[in-house]
Nanobody, 130 residues
């Protein structure tokens, strides 16, 4: 079975950067989808980024576009989320989630909003100060 472990959150000033990691134990990178989501209390879950073995292409959603980068290191079974030019409105708990077998990223994030994901990691808090 797949187990996900997210890490890398913390406190950063506006304009700064953080790199989150999602270590996926038991995950075959031949058939997978990993998405990044964030959530603030009282608000709906929001898709941030996604990468899938279907096309090996990175996708970005909402305000993440142009500022965040998602990448994978298959030798380490780890997916990274590089967050740049952080803003106070980026403050949230960030989660990584996996879908096995793979589903295309637009379906997983834009249509299902993560509801079809099979595995979820623990959240990591990101706080951006002004």
């Amino acid at each position: 079975d797949v187990q996900l472990q997210a890490s890398g959150g913390g406190l950063v000033q506006a304009g700064g950067s953080l790199r989150l990691s999602c270590a996926a134990s038991g995950l075959s990178f031949d058939d997978y989808t990993i998405g990044w989501f964030r959530q603030v209390p009282g608000k709906a879950r929001e898709g941030v980024a996604c990468i899938s073995s279907i096309d090996n292409w990175a996708y970005y959603f909402g305000s993440a576009m142009g500022r965040f980068n998602v990448s994978s290191d298959n030798t380490k079974n780890t997916v990274y989320l590089q967050m740049n030019s952080l803003k106070p409105e980026d403050t949230a708990v960030y989660y990584c989630a996996a879908d096995v077998p793979a589903i295309d990223c637009p379906q997983a994030v834009e249509v299902l909003d993560g509801r079809g994901m099979d595995f979820w990691g623990e959240g990591t808090q990101v706080t951006v100060s002004s």
